[in-house]
């Protein structure tokens, strides 16, 4: 099934390391349900010195970093490809890669899928330095991927709020085309269900009634999950025991001003899970 519109350009920055590797197939396998056109970004770090070198090193250096370059895209190119995806191809050099990915996303980027982080950063599931920055301050869903799947079961976190419920839609977009189901999981806080544990139950419930209200008219399963406790916690549980392959969740979106911080819990799932995240801006 092709997605009508819903999505129809991914960025892929690329890098070459196995965590690359991860969201280019990730994005491949989204692309094909949806028609979407691939664009793989390679972003080549500028040469910091602070003496200048000779000019035979340096041209050795730069041509060590272009030969490299070349062989992340092309490799890149060769696994969309073979998927029989429509893929663009871009490289820049720059001192600062998240950036250079934010100011390239600008341009028509419906969603940006990339790994959790680069080849020398080596935690299994938290943030790299970039995928952090690009995830904070993009303006399109950011998809982190940390575990190749199906993308058959997602949990899709709300609390009422309106980025909540747009989060919620462009998961219910993403489901109609990967054929997943939905949990939508709403978690109190323990002292408001201390104080009254029926008012905190019916207070939940609407919450969630609500929620699904904003899509009851779409071609997904979903099912409602009420939960107790420190609400990022409960989310990474709840993902792990129910062996789902994404959660989604909305950021603190954008105002006024360049946001510089996620949302606490948002911050704290993107690190802790050990499955994929999706963040919507």
Known sequence: MKGGGFLNSILVPVDGSSSSTMAEETAA??????GATVTVLHVMQELLVKERLPDNVQDELLGSIQQR????VNGARTLFAEEKVKVDAETMTSHDVAGSILEYSKKNCDLIVMGVHGENEKAPYALG??????TVQARCPVFIAKKLSSLSSMLVCVDGSKRSTKALEFAVGLAELMNSGITL????????HRASSKVAKELGERILTESLGAVEKRRVKIDKRL??????DTIVRVA??????????????L?????????SVTDDVTQKAEC????VP
């Open 29 to 34: 396998a989204v692309a094909k349900r949806s």
């Open 69 to 72: 370059a070349e062989v992340i």
């Open 129 to 134: 330095s970039v995928t952090r920055k690009v």
């Open 185 to 192: 999981l709403y978690v109190q806080e323990q002292r408001l």
């Open 227 to 232: 939960e107790v406790g420190v609400a990022s």
């Open 240 to 253: 792990e025991r129910g062996k789902h392959d994404l959660i989604v969740l909305g950021s603190r979106g």
């Open 255 to 263: 105002g006024a001003v360049k946001r510089l911080l996620l949302g």
């Open 276 to 279: 994929s995240v999706l963040v």
